[in-house]
């Protein structure tokens, strides 16, 4: 869709009826992090902090004018009343049982919210050892044809929509980090991929039937995590065939979100850089997925890619060419969901003296990932009912290794990534872009 076409559009369907949130990993310290969060939110027991869909805001015209609304007062997003919550998992606990399991939430949270939580339960997840090493699935599908697991999982849709009296549904992948898979010739056209689910090919993951399954039921789709998942030409192609917006890739939330708003700043002032080493540890079921080494790979060329595109090496040789990037993973059982980021950056500025910046981020892995889920759900379903589909670059604020479309490279500047979503939100709500030049209020 072109942007004057974007412009001329007056038909956003309103954010009626109930929104349905699909999450594979339903079971997981993210999922129920979110879920359990929302809810509080929803009985006034919390603020959903984090949210840039529920306390951010955007200005709009000139500074003069004095616009300034919360983003949520200016476009029509679902509201948190109106969200239900469904899924899959490996694990068949409710998710008052799972809450508790995660250790994330105060346990005098989670009790408040018991009749609600363990009311939620997970259907049984698609899951292949082949691909997450580290976990042995208690609670899967019987199916082992894909076009069977395909038709199970749209069962599993249309049972919870039923259910829930459903008028509209997201899906967002917050299941564990898959094991590294290049991209192969099964996922380089529909047509491929789809003979090649008949024929159940290996280089098919769990998540792209989680994908297909929700892309031809008409859901968006936004991937969570660092694996390939929709990040192929097949389901780029799936997606705007059947006209549904997709987004991922790999939350964007702790040691990352750091390295996007400093980064820049070491760029800006055209500072040098010889090295940065990262190191986290971390105790939670995705510090166990991560402790192998495959799905570690699939993890590290997310974290390591943003650097090489906010720094331009190629761009800047005197300040950046070869700099050097080490990214850990420490699985340690005793931190659980309280993950503990270091960084050391070795910088050089002004006749090539040398300085060091030290960062230690003891952060919450879930806390932070959270409001995520909820601002990507909400935002993926406006963009549906704006009309939007393909690639929703513009939600590249939320991810590691943001999706965009052949040709292009990723933004990564996540000060870049806000404006181009707020932007975005401005041209679709007819309201001018804003490009903070500021020369007309001094030039008569």
Not at 299 to 324: G, N, T
């Amino acid at each position: 869709m072109k942007e004057k076409e974007i412009r001329k559009k007056d038909n956003i369907l309103p954010a009626k009826g109930r929104l349905g949130v699909l999450l594979p990993g339903l079971a997981g310290a993210v999922s129920t992090t979110f879920i359990a969060g929302v809810e509080a939110v929803r009985r006034g027991m919390a603020l959903p902090i984090g949210s840039l869909t529920q306390m951010g805001t955007i200005r709009l015209g000139k500074r003069t004018e004095g616009r300034v609304p919360k983003i949520k007062e200016f476009i029509p997003l679902a509201s948190l009343e109106d969200l239900v919550f469904g899924g899959w998992d490996i694990f068949p606990d409710n998710l008052y049982d799972a809450c508790l399991k995660a250790q994330v939430l105060e346990k005098n949270l989670v009790e408040a919210l018991k009749d609600f939580l363990a009311s939620i339960k997970p259907y049984p997840a698609v899951f292949r050892q082949e691909f997450v090493h580290n976990l042995q699935g208690e609670y899967v599908k019987k199916e082992t044809n894909y076009l069977d697991l395909i038709e199970a999982l749209k069962a599993d849709i249309e049972d919870f929509k039923k259910k829930n009296d459903v008028d509209r549904c997201v899906m967002v992948w917050c299941g564990s980090t898959e094991a590294y898979l290049p991209l192969k010739d099964v996922h380089k056209s529909l047509a491929n991929f789809e003979e090649g689910l008949k024929k159940n090919d290996p280089d098919i993951a769990p998540s792209m039937l989680y994908a297909y399954a929700a892309i031809t039921s008409g859901i968006t789709f936004v991937n969570g995590a660092p694996n390939l998942t929709v990040d192929i030409p097949a389901l780029i192609e799936l997606a705007e065939k059947h006209k549904v917006p997709i987004a991922g890739k790999d939350f964007k939330t702790g040691q990352t979100l750091l390295k996007t708003i400093i980064a820049p700043g070491i760029k800006a002032r055209m500072l040098g850089l010889k090295g940065w080493f990262s190191t986290n540890i971390l105790g939670n079921r995705d510090g166990l997925v991560l402790d192998d080494a495959a799905s570690f790979k699939t993890k590290e060329i997310s974290k390591k890619s943003v650097l090489d595109y906010i720094l331009q090496p190629e761009v800047y040789p005197e300040l950046y060419k070869d700099f050097y990037h080490k990214v850990r993973i420490n699985y340690y059982p005793p931190r659980g969901d309280n993950k503990e980021a270091w960084d050391n950056i070795d910088i050089f500025g002004w006749l090539g003296y040398e300085m060091q910046i030290k960062v230690n981020f003891l952060c919450r892995d879930s806390i932070l990932a959270a409001p995520v889920v909820l601002d990507l759900a909400l935002f993926i379903d406006f963009a549906q009912r704006v009309g939007l589909y393909g690639i929703q670059e513009w939600l590249s604020f939320y991810f590691k290794s943001p999706m965009v479309k052949e040709g292009l490279y990723p933004e990564h500047d996540l000060f870049i990534q806000l404006m181009k979503l707020k932007n975005t939100l401005r041209v679709l709500m007819k309201e001018d872009e804003i490009t903070h030049t500021g020369l007309d209020y001094y030039i008569e």
